[in-house]
């Protein structure tokens, strides 16, 4: 079973490496003050580009522009500093400025000053870059702090002595922001045909006598004239056989991309209840509209929601009840290439050609595609061509011979070849010109228009993202599929597929300002699978899928093998990452301050940090055993980034390789009999920590700062705080229990405060820490870990740990013997609103009832005794006792007197109880 857990030990741990480091630099102790002593004191310096240190003038926005007032805030220990300056440069007005910072007023107890320089961005010229540093001043001794280099030493944290370094300057985007919900998100990733299956009356491969790839065409009879065996290059042999809908939603998938379960948006709707108790906040939706695939990376048609999957209808459902729950909806845009049987390009199916008339299955009849025209008509002159407005969408050679025309070495191409995404002639690529009004630009985003909110809604990337365009509510957002590909072609020539110039950074900025303009909530992400730190200085999105500082990082350091399950991934960057190096963590702290270094905060939060993708090999598989699952959630549910749960990655779903890793989800392992099942464990340390996550705003938006490192236990912790509060969490990543010696002088909580660990089912008494010279130790398990909360704060945090239901049979009773009895469940409660069963039982053990409530007739005079059972949806089970007294009415007092005093009691007392109660245990 996993379980994060900890327990108190009075032993200091390994704190060698923090000793050291505090000899080197001559820090005081973690609870020592500073002074005017010309030396400034390193430990105690920080900022960076949150609002903690960046007053923005338009908050909660973190967006600034021209005419705007910055505050660039630093901290410092107490009393230790004579003056502090902020060296600012903006790019744009070509301006340096040395801004003198004030101290302000000291916050009682704390351990820190701050200082504050004031910023006043120039109305003209347009500044488009603010880089600043601080200079530090203790008499006579100088310092300088910037965003960290990848070079410092443990906490990459930018504090150094050299007056001369300036490429590691904090910088700030004017303009830039991200919408608040997608920095508090938990994203959930669904592959829509292999989740749920709520409508089988879409389930099916057709035509499925003869076309068994493609789903578009009614059924043709086997003898009818059109019907031409079709096998699409990729498949096997019998491409009939293995284009199929299963009938057992548990087989495992057979790997290619015509291989169906019947998983649909419906489906996804019946589960939102389920969703929401795990703590979803935000859905992403791999691609949904039409196309032959399963995967549907090939759309046919971006104005039609694959029928497979429910049709529009079955959208315009799933969006509002998401709403609903305070849930986003964000869709895949699959827009660098489409179907070469969509409307764009309209390859015939089957084609029969005799030089002169040409015969096959037309898919779209009423759209002339690109194809029809390059072939059908411009080269075989065929009255059945037609001029396509998309003929110059796409680069098509026509080779007589229908050979390698691309040298690719396969010889089975078609005449009329167009340039493929990787090769792959079924997935032509559009062209999208250099023309910033060019005709795809123009249907994609509004081209050079896309500001304009009337162009953006009528875009293809905008017209699913506003009210009553194509659904009566949008969607909140979308995931831009290989933006680094979208591109041009610059060679006319036939064999120039090579010619195309990839990642033209402008096509994504113009769907993401087509999106703003239809609200600055609306959320892009990009699917970059390195530092991407030039798409957001570009402006091109709010987050990444954040394969390059989460995904590939986290695997590496746990498993030792790369998001693909290989441990050849993990070199280059990733190279002292795993768990065989002497310096892994050390390696990681530095790796994810880079991070926070080089892009903007508020792509640092809202970008998805994922363990697993569609694209990737399943966690569980690389991880092979439970304890790096559990480390690894931990990681996602506190380390800076929005979480994004793969579908099924919560009770660990396995696969070795992408294809095996979009099996469908397990429903039926909820209906086990062993509630401590290894999966079941995991899914409730997954809706626990997300819980946290929610509880807590440090974890989603606060600021982050190292704790500690030992690279010999493989330990790690680290604090986030903001204004609301300070959180520390470490984990030990290691298969040995170990100490592990946080400095939480860092989040500035004072000595004799006492830390509660929210996270531990220990019991509170067990599970608090009391602060000392600036520290706490706590005592890890293997792969196990701590989140630790000031006692003040405690309560939201420990009421993620009840998230089993709860039964309340409530008072005893006393009874006059002519009165019937009413047991009362309807107390009973559950954290997440679950539907509940009831069952009554008598001490012997017979069921008297099923309802939340019984009435039992006038019983014998004497003591009886009741047990409430009650259970959740999900089998999760709590019981509870009652006993009421017949006959044991206080003389003196008539029963019916005690009655009504009972009564005013219940009325009066016990919604107060059950309010405080709930506030304990709501999420």
Not at 53 to 69: E, K, W
Not at 261 to 287: C, M, R
Not at 296 to 317: C, H, I, Q, S, W
Not at 691 to 698: E, N, Q, T, W
Request: hydrophobic content about 35%; charged content about 20%; aromatic content about 10%.
């Amino acid at each position: 079973m996993i379980r994060l857990a900890s327990s108190r030990c009075a032993g200091m741990g390994h704190t060698a490496l923090l000793a050291t480091l505090l000899a080197l630099v001559s820090w005081p102790a973690p609870g020592q003050a500073a002074a005017l002593d010309d030396t400034v004191q390193w430990e105690g310096v920080y900022s960076d580009t949150t609002p903690n240190f960046v007053v923005y003038p338009r908050a909660p926005s973190m967006a600034f522009g021209d005419g705007d007032r910055l505050k660039l805030r630093v901290r410092t220990l107490r009393d230790d500093l004579s003056a502090v300056t902020c060296r600012v440069w903006l790019s744009g007005p070509d301006t340096e400025q040395y801004l003198p910072a004030e101290k302000l007023p000291p916050t009682p107890g704390s351990r820190y000053d701050t200082w504050s320089a004031t910023l006043d961005i120039p109305e003209s010229p347009h500044t488009t870059r603010v880089w600043y540093r601080f200079i530090l001043e203790d008499g006579s001794d100088t310092a300088y702090l910037d965003a960290g280099a990848d070079t410092d030493a443990w906490w990459a944290r930018g504090v150094h002595d050299d007056p001369d370094r300036w490429q590691f300057d904090f910088m700030l985007l004017p303009g830039f922001d991200t919408p608040p919900w997608s920095r508090d998100a938990v994203f959930y990733q669904i592959f829509p045909d292999r989740f749920a299956d709520g409508d089988p009356s879409n389930n099916f491969v057709y035509p499925d006598d003869c076309l068994p790839y493609l789903d578009y065409l009614p059924a043709l009879p086997a003898d009818d004239s059109n019907c031409v065996p079709y096998q699409p290059i990729g498949l096997p042999d019998d491409p009939k056989g293995s284009c199929m809908v299963h009938d057992d939603w548990s087989d495992p998938p057979a790997g290619n991309s015509c291989d169906f379960f019947g998983g649909d948006i419906q489906g996804i709707t019946g589960k939102l209840d389920y969703l929401e108790s795990l703590g979803v906040t935000a859905l992403y939706l791999n691609p949904i509209f039409r196309s032959p695939t399963n995967h549907k990376y090939d759309t046919m048609d971006y104005d039609e929601v694959d029928p497979r999957f429910g049709g529009n209808e079955a959208l315009m459902e799933l969006v509002p009840n998401a709403h609903a729950r305070a849930m986003r909806v964000v869709f895949d845009g699959v827009y660098n290439h489409v179907s070469e049987q969509g409307r764009f390009y309209n390859l015939w199916l089957n084609p029969d050609f005799d030089g002169e008339s040409v015969s096959g299955i037309d898919p779209y009849p009423d759209t002339c595609g690109a194809w029809e025209q390059a072939y059908l008509l411009d080269y075989l002159g065929n009255p059945a061509g037609c001029e396509s407005p998309y003929r110059d969408w796409f680069h098509i050679w026509i080779a007589p011979d229908g050979y390698n025309v691309d040298h690719d070495d396969d010889t089975q191409e078609s005449v009329a070849h167009a340039c493929g995404w990787w090769g792959l002639e079924f997935m032509p690529e559009i062209d999208y010109g250099i023309d910033p009004d060019s005709e795809p630009r123009v249907w994609l985003y509004g081209g050079a228009s896309a500001a304009d909110p009337q162009m953006a809604a009528e875009s293809q990337a905008g017209k699913w993202l506003a009210d009553g365009q194509m659904i009566s509510e949008g969607l909140d957002g979308q995931r831009l599929d290989v933006p680094g590909d979208f591109g041009y072609f610059t060679d006319p020539a036939q064999d120039a597929c090579e010619s195309k110039v990839r990642g033209d950074m402008s096509v994504s900025v113009g769907i993401r300002t087509a999106s703003k303009a239809l609200g600055e909530d609306k959320y892009v992400s990009l699917e970059i699978w390195e530092d991407s730190r030039d798409w957001f200085e570009a402006y091109a999105g709010d987050g990444v899928m954040n394969y390059y500082y989460f995904g590939q990082p986290i695997s590496c350091f746990l498993t030792g093998k790369g998001v693909h399950n290989d441990p050849g991934e993990c070199t280059g960057d990733f190279g002292a990452l795993s768990p065989g190096s002497p310096n892994s963590v050390s390696a990681l702290d530095s790796h994810l301050a880079t991070e926070r270094r080089v892009y903007p905060a508020p792509a640092v939060f809202s970008s998805q940090n994922s363990l697993g993708t569609h694209d990737t090999a399943r966690f569980a598989s690389r991880a092979g055993a439970e304890g790096p699952v559990g480390a690894a959630l931990f990681l996602q549910a506190t380390l800076p980034g929005a979480p994004m749960i793969y579908y099924g990655d919560e009770v660990l779903v396995k696969g070795e390789d992408q294809d095996m890793g979009r099996a469908p989800f397990p429903w039926e392992v909820f209906d086990t009999a062993d509630p401590d099942s290894p999966e079941l464990a995991t899914w409730r340390l997954t809706r626990q920590l997300m819980c946290l996550r929610r509880a807590y705003s440090p974890l989603r938006t606060g600021s982050f700062v190292t704790l500690a490192v030992d690279d010999g236990a493989r330990s790690y912790g680290y604090g986030r705080f903001d204004t609301s509060g300070q959180v520390a969490a470490a984990i030990n990543s290691d298969t040995l229990p170990h100490d592990v010696t946080l400095n939480v002088a860092l989040l500035d909580i004072p000595d004799a405060a006492s830390l509660v660990d929210v996270l531990s089912d220990a019991s509170e008494e067990g599970n608090t820490y009391h602060v000392s010279e600036g520290t706490v130790t706590v005592s890890l398990e293997p792969y196990a870990g701590v989140v630790l909360v000031p006692t003040g704060t405690a309560e939201a945090g420990l009421a993620c740990r009840h998230l089993a239901p709860v039964a309340d049979a409530g008072e005893d009773q006393d009874i006059a013997p002519e009165d019937p009895v009413v047991l009362d469940g309807t107390n009973s409660y559950h954290p997440d609103y679950r539907p509940l069963t009831y069952t009554w039982l008598d001490d012997t053990g017979q069921v008297l009832g099923q309802d939340p409530v019984v009435v039992l007739g006038p019983l014998p005079t004497g003591t009886h005794s009741f047990t409430l059972e009650v259970a959740d949806d999900l089998g999760y089970t709590d019981t509870d006792d009652v006993e009421v007294c017949v006959g044991c009415c206080a003389t003196g007092a008539p029963a019916s007197a005690v009655r009504g005093l009972a009564l005013l009691l219940g009325i009066g007392l016990a919604p107060v109880w059950l309010r405080a109660r709930k506030r304990l245990r709501r999420r």
